[in-house]
């Protein structure tokens, strides 16, 4: 211990060595808590076993063996990129997602009239026991998979979306994307998710929710034509069982906390349109 300590004490140790060591810790962090309960679990626990049979075979030394890891290493990381580009892009987003950057996010509209139509709409299908799921964009932009729809750019209201999911309606089948306060699009295919954690009971609507949001900001809204019930997903989790307080509440709260404040003239002007 006393050889440990006049060890430490002979380092040039610096505040910018103190910063250095924090940002590579944090990062380490939420690496680990992104990859939690995915497949990239798996391939993080390879690639750690392969780095350990490397330095094992300079030590032992195995030449043959440091020969193989050091030809193949560069091909198993392109293959990890191919395999988990699903897990790579909602890794990046959500470092896009912190704090700082919040001040370039461009400005939403007001939506609260957007939230009540929406809360309407999905208690009126859940009565009717229609299936529906809506995708709501927040900062990160949904153009890929409006693309793949049929493009709409109406007003938010509920008889629209109730008329969308009927079951005799050419676009039911498929997921409606809100855009700001507009309804960009309907029948757009979304990406179903693969985490093998999740329960069966869920259908192809949960799954293509979760699939969505396990890749960027957005918010997707399902409603079950088998039970009936409302169900929120966000960030790779879903809420199930909600009523129309509780999805007003949760809908209006993760909306709105994308939205930054006015600035002061802005308020002026506000004020003096009153």
Known sequence: MDALQTYLSQLPL???????????AVVIYEGLKLIRGTRAVQMAIGSLLLVLLYFFSRWAPL????WAIRNIIGYVV?????????DIRRALAHFGRAPVFR??????APVDDVIEELVVAATILAEKRLGAIIAIERAIGLRNYIESGIPLDATVTHD???SIFQTSAPLHDGAVILQEDRLAAAACFLPLTVNPQLSRELGSRHRAAIGLTEE????????????????LALEGRIERGLGADLLRARLTELITERR???????????MGGM
């Open 216 to 231: 960027n900001d957005a918010i997707a809204l399902v409603v079950s034509e088998e039970t009936g019930k409302i169900s």
């Open 260 to 270: 930054p404040t006015n600035t002061r003239g802005e308020r002026r002007r506000e």
């Open 103 to 108: 001040y370039f996010q461009r400005r939403n």
């Open 160 to 162: 629209l979306l109730i």
């Open 78 to 86: 392109f293959a990890g990129i191919v395999l988990f580009q699903s």
């Open 14 to 24: 610096t505040w910018w060595d103190v910063v250095d060591l924090l940002v590579v």
């Open 63 to 66: 030449q043959t063996v440091n």
